[in-house]
């Protein structure tokens, strides 16, 4: 008669019945490498062989490995896909990443061109009161030489208020503060006739400036900032110290410029007060004259 398994039956019992019935029919059941139509044929040359239960329970058992096998090729496909899914994803976002940096960096190229435009707008309207605006200067202050000049000798706070927080021009912020940093960060020439600095000396400075590595898109910014806001008091030059070094670009100041840098001798007079404007938009500042031919 068939076995007819009771609740109480426990799986020890049952798996040990299965390995007898296995045992007896010469099948190892413990093979994860069993082929299914071997084991399809092999139920097939039994079904004469043995009773109707066990041939029933063996078809049973074919079919239920079948249906676990394709549960498993399903699962399988479903986790092929996901990660396919989640590969292009990734993609993709690495994609757009890199589109916003590229339109990030069109969008601070064309504001610099506009700011620049409109700079060389008012340096043609300001040449005019020049010497004017630098009688009024206190006896015994000395005008500045250039915007670098001017800012670096103003309160720095007010500077950065001006640069940062109004008109969210930081490289020019960072170009002033790395300027004033020229003893830590500069190389002073042999004779004391002035000093230089070297783009590796730049990122230096801004490393400690930014209190991280800077990206190099950074440096070339802050470089071409100060060769900006320098006028003629910032020179740039290449240096090869023997012939089978290659040149190397450097950002030259005579000593009396650089000392001058650092002078303080616009704090306490305000003189952003009235030239917020032109220097927010990149003009030069009511108390920079023209150096001297």
Same mark, same amino acid.
Do not use: F, P, T, W
């Given at each position: 008669m068939p076995r007819h398994t009771n609740p109480d039956d426990s799986g020890t019992d049952s798996t040990a019945t299965d390995q007898a019935l296995a045992d007896e029919l010469g099948m190892d059941i413990g093979q994860d490498d069993t082929e299914l139509d071997e084991l399809q044929s092999l *139920?097939? =040359?039994l +079904?004469?062989? *043995? =009773?109707p239960p066990v041939s029933s329970v063996l078809e049973l058992l074919v079919g239920t490995i079948e249906d676990l096998q394709e549960r498993v090729d399903d699962l399988e496909a479903d986790v092929e896909r996901t990660h396919d899914v989640a590969t292009t994803a990734v993609g993709n976002a690495a994609t757009n990443d890199q589109?916003?940096?590229d339109l990030e960096t069109q969008q601070e190229a064309t504001h610099d061109v506009a700011k620049s435009a409109i700079a060389k707008a008012q340096q043609l309207e300001a040449d005019s009161d020049h010497q004017e +605006? =630098?009688?009024q200067l206190p006896e015994g202050i000395e005008p500045s030489s250039s915007p670098l000049d001017f800012f670096a000798n103003c309160r720095?706070?007010? *500077?950065k208020t001006m640069f940062v927080e109004r008109s969210n021009r930081q490289n020019t912020y960072r170009a002033i503060s790395i300027a004033k940093r020229w003893p830590e960060f500069a190389t002073t020439r042999t004779d004391g006739s002035g000093v230089f600095m070297t783009k590796a000396d730049l990122q230096t400075a801004l490393t400690a400036e930014l209190g991280k590595e800077p990206h190099r898109q950074t440096v070339k910014r802050v470089w071409e900032k100060l060769i900006e806001i320098g006028g003629t008091d910032i020179a740039e030059k290449t240096r090869q110290v023997g012939r089978d070094q290659t040149k190397t670009e450097i950002l =030259?100041?005579?000593m009396a410029t650089a000392e001058g840098l650092l002078e303080k001798r616009y704090v306490g007079l305000d003189l952003l007060e009235n030239s917020d404007h032109k220097a927010a938009t990149g003009g030069v500042t009511p108390v920079v004259v023209e150096s001297s031919p």
């Open positions: *139920v097939s =040359a +079904d004469d062989e *043995v =009773a589109r916003l940096d +605006d =630098a009688e720095q706070s007010k *500077v =030259a100041m005579d």
